[in-house]
């Protein structure tokens, strides 16, 4: 079965504060995903690598950045936490091979709050 | 037009009836398709792809119609545990996968 992983379930944070979430992945997947959750808004996506050191921005990537320096590991970086952030995120991966068995796979989720 | 829309619902539906769910999309070079289950407070876990010539999966069909754009989910015999939130996404040729807003799901016993 896929796995993945993200480092904390919750997490509280201070305006101002430079935050990491990461995101591990088993299966050797190419692709990885960083989506936000908000209600009323649903999953919008943050960033989105398709290769090591590969990233491309989503819909919202201000006040956010991305590192993935191996294949299995993809960070999401808050430089400068703020309240608007506060959010559930969802770090995702998925094959890069076209066709079938292609979907997604999450993680468990991070619920952050800055405050 | 946005890129994947929803009715965000809710459906309210009593246990044993049929539902259906549509989901359109505004990017052509969409190349494969995916219903995703979400439970409250839970990450969404894929519920099914959607093939070209549709497919089903026991109680659920899923559909596409790359001519209209939309892809639909078709829940028969409801179950209380069907309960939740259901998200259609397309994957582009880029490999991003974007998701719609869901749709909430409630049988009612």
């Known amino acids: 079965d896929v796995k993945v992983t993200q480092s904390s379930r919750y997490l509280v944070k201070r305006t101002g504060e430079k935050v990491f979430l990461e995101c591990v992945q088993d299966?050797?997947?190419?692709?990885m995903f960083w989506y936000r959750q908000d209600p009323g808004l649903g999953l919008r996506l943050i960033y989105f690598?398709?290769?090591?050191?590969?990233?491309e921005k989503g819909d919202i990537p201000e006040g956010y950045s991305v590192s993935r320096e191996k294949k299995e590991r993809f960070s999401l970086i808050l430089e400068s936490a703020s309240t608007n952030q506060t959010s559930m995120y969802l770090c995702?991966?998925?094959?890069?091979?076209?066709?079938?068995?292609?979907?997604?796979?999450f993680g468990q989720g991070t619920r952050l709050t800055v405050v | 037009r946005k890129e994947v829309e929803q009715d965000p619902g809710p459906f309210n539906v009593p246990e044993g009836a049929t539902v259906a769910f549509n989901c359109t999309y505004s990017?052509?070079?969409?190349?494969?398709f995916f219903w995703y289950r979400q439970d409250c407070r839970k990450e969404p876990k894929l519920l099914m792809s959607v093939y070209s010539s549709g497919n089903e999966d026991g109680r659920f069909t899923a559909q596409l119609n790359r001519a209209s754009q939309y892809i639909s989910l078709l829940i028969r015999d409801s179950k209380l545990s069907d309960s939740a939130t259901y998200l259609c996404a397309p994957k582009g040729k880029d490999d991003k996968i974007i998701f719609g807003k869901g749709t909430r799901l409630h049988i009612l016993p």
């Open positions: 995702a991966s998925s094959s890069g091979a076209q066709g079938l068995n292609t979907e997604a796979f």
């Open positions: 990017n052509s070079a969409s190349q494969s």
């Open positions: 690598s398709y290769d090591v050191k590969m990233k």
């Open positions: 299966m050797d997947h190419e692709n």
